[in-house]
């Protein structure tokens, strides 16, 4: 052989390895064409359109979005990105308005006990899993029980099932729910889509890898997942159980929903305008307004529940150990500008620990504070904090007026501008840019003075992990101890009704608050941006999480 | 020669041993604790993060969990993801294919052009035409990797719809990244192998090969071209490390999964098994590939030679 010919030989080798390299994950649906000109005029007049036309079945939409989901197992997971996807394979055994109304879901109606421990519900008939066994009794204590053994139930629904004491089989559509303590809050978590009711009989078939072969009853099944890159979704041709909260009943629209990791903002950006996707999620502060004047695009402002991004002080720790150095700190956050300069309209100012959105929100805590630098440099030196060498920097006995931020990666945005918001007020900060966990772990050794923390949630009981000192060893990295901080929180965890409830999460965020544990600084930012031609797009009453049921593409 | 290879077998399982022992340690003095933080984006009690810890052996001593590691790992079981409670070697698996497709074309890409541009530098040394090519070259090394991909993106995917940014795995899908990564690595071949080429030309046995009355074609193609090549292919090997790991950057702007953002995922999260699968199959990567790269010199220069 020649050496020519070799090489040639070489290279058709190494063609033919490139080329075998791309059969396996060959997709099973054709991806969505760059949609064309026609999108412009079919959004002229959306209304008109939805009238004249009205949905018809078809149509793939591809959804991007910045993280990937990894565990759709509901008794073990955690994951917003999850969950985002679980809203649409599985059902939940109740829907919850926007004005956190409760409708009939997987359950078609409930009772409630006087002391809140026992929940009787009447099943619906009729329903299948996606692997065709049926969804009874049987199937949602299995579903109950798993959420309710420590041993197995360690995401984000087992927190909502502490003190479970069992599920009764009544009748094949009849279950009574029991737990040791009161819990008003159950029937609205089973509204979260971690409640997701999964088949027992695919938990029990794929064993340890449930959470990557989520069986449920929703309006779409899972057919693909890429590792990393996507999730395949095809319509349930079965589906005759939509709750009534929606618009329509009887399968889906859309022949598929794809699921998309795009981590660069830039990308997802770029994929929504050519076309390639329909929805995105997380879309950059300054591609916003481009996107709102273009009638090809709409978008839908979302304010994700939960704790919102807010700066958690160490009472433990000098300087923050005074509470009017704390108190100084919020006093010296302007919000609506950090709001403003760093995410655009894509995140609200937040003045307490919880976003509105969220059950128990307290409005009065959001109303303590407002931005007053000046009423900060009095608190400062009311307490001493004197700036006696002219440097900018405030100090006592001998010490600088310095905070310690072991930040992690994503908060160098914001930082910036906040550090010199504290400085304009005589506080200096020493900003340390760690990775993630080394921040985590600064934070969880006390080490800290500031630490960033913000998550999502549908309900105020997130500020338990948070806030009571029992779980000083969790994330409570304000390590502040305070009985009626604890007490309340834990009357609320154990509330008997939805107003006891209330008050309690209530008076929790006003001690917090009120002892400055926090500094508030914006809401999540989870703006959904779309292309016109996919109409009735909706997030759910936690405002965070899209329905895909309704969606169909407009002709 | 197979007493040779043996040998650099040998080697590199030690190598590898090394490699995972390190890892390891590192692994484990380096702050973080992987529970805590994948619970942070929706906190829970300490006793639910316990009980995670406990089931992921991670409360047992580091030398006991060094030892059950190794112990499965013998035996092709790499343990689960943290996250995903997927097997590693599925994790690894589901990322290998876009992984290798991307690198391998980027590096055939990279040769196509970086070869002949680099090949017609070398002869035509000082003319506007090789002041041209260095520039071009100079450039391609130069510019950041990150911005390439992103005028790529706009340039032929959103204002002209040529080719698709997300990648599916078709071939259509693979020309935006592998264009990204091949520009730089192109420009670094040719500036390579132009030098390279200049040192061999001045050589006496190309004069040897002239006097004997072969073709210019057959003296630069079969007697420069071959021994200019040695340090070329040498480079190319070392490379193959960035082609599998520092294609992170592409995989991140094109949404592909792949096995170096698998990696960087898996440090940031500070999930163990998975990174400790990724460096083990990297290292046993790299050290395959030199030590091809070092019996591919037998054949390109005959006067190497392994005893």
Known sequence: MTRAARSLLALILLAAIISACATPAAPTTAPAQPPTEAVAEATAEPTAALTEAGPASGGTLVFVAGGAPENMDPATTYGNWDARVMRSIFDTMIYVDREKKMHPGLALSWEQSADAKTFTLKLRQGVKFHDGTPFNAEAAKYNFDRFGNPEVGTGTMSQYFTGYKGTEVLDEYTVRVTFDTPKSVFMYCLGDPFASIASPAAIEKWGKDAGQHPVGTGPFMMTEWVPGESITLVRNPDYQWAPEIFKHQGPAYLDSVVFRTVAEDQTRLAVLKNGEAGVAMGVPPFALDELLQDPAFYTIPSVPPGDTSQQMLNAAKPPTDELAVRKAMIYATDQETLAATVSGKTREASHSALARTTLDFDQAAEDMYRYDPEKAKSLLEEAGWVDTDGDGIREKNGNKLQVYWPAYTGEKTFAELLMSMWKEVGIDTRFEALDDAAAWEAAGAGQHNVTNMASINFDASILYPLFHSSNSQGYAFCNFRDDKLDEALTKALNAANDQERSENYALAQRIIMEQALIVPLTTLDSTVAARSEFADLSLDWEDYYLYFYDVYVKK | ?307
């Open chain 2, 1 to 307: 020669m197979r007493a040779y290879v043996m040998r650099r077998i040998l080697v590199s399982f030690l190598v590898i041993v090394g490699v995972s022992i390190l890892t390891f340690s590192m692994l484990h003095l380096v702050p973080g604790d992987p529970v805590r933080l994948m619970y942070g984006q929706r906190p829970v009690s300490a006793e639910t993060l316990q009980v995670v810890r406990h089931q992921l052996g991670l409360d047992l001593p580091v030398p006991v969990q060094y030892f059950r590691y190794v112990s499965h790992a013998l035996v092709g079981d790499l343990g689960r993801s943290i996250r995903s409670n997927r097997p590693v070697t599925e994790e690894i698996l589901s990322r290998a294919a876009p992984t290798v497709q991307l690198a391998l074309s980027g590096m055939l890409l990279s040769t196509i052009m970086g070869l002949p541009v680099g090949l017609l530098a070398a002869l035509k040394r000082g003319t506007r035409l090789d002041k041209a090519i260095m520039f071009t070259s100079l450039l391609g090394v130069s510019v950041p990797r990150f911005w390439l991909a992103l005028v790529l993106i706009f340039a032929f995917a959103v204002r002209v719809h040529w080719f698709p940014i997300l990648a599916d795995t078709s071939t259509r899908g693979l020309v935006l990244p592998a264009l990204t990564l091949a520009l730089g690595e192109a420009g670094m071949v040719a500036r390579l192998l132009r030098t390279s080429m200049l040192q061999v030309l001045g050589e006496e046995y190309l004069v040897t090969a002239r006097a004997k009355g072969l073709s210019e074609t057959l003296v630069i193609i079969r007697h420069a071209l071959r021994n200019a090549l040695i340090p070329v292919v040498t480079v190319m090997g070392m490379e193959v490390g960035y082609y599998f790991g520092g294609s992170v950057m592409i995989e991140t702007v094109f949404g592909r999964p792949g096995i170096g953002r698998l990696a960087v995922d898996a440090v940031i999260s500070r999930n163990f098994p998975v990174v400790q699968g990724t460096v083990l199959l990297s290292s046993v990567i790299f050290v395959l590939v030199n030590t091809l790269v070092d019996l591919l010199y037998a054949t390109l220069d005959p006067r190497i030679r392994y005893s």
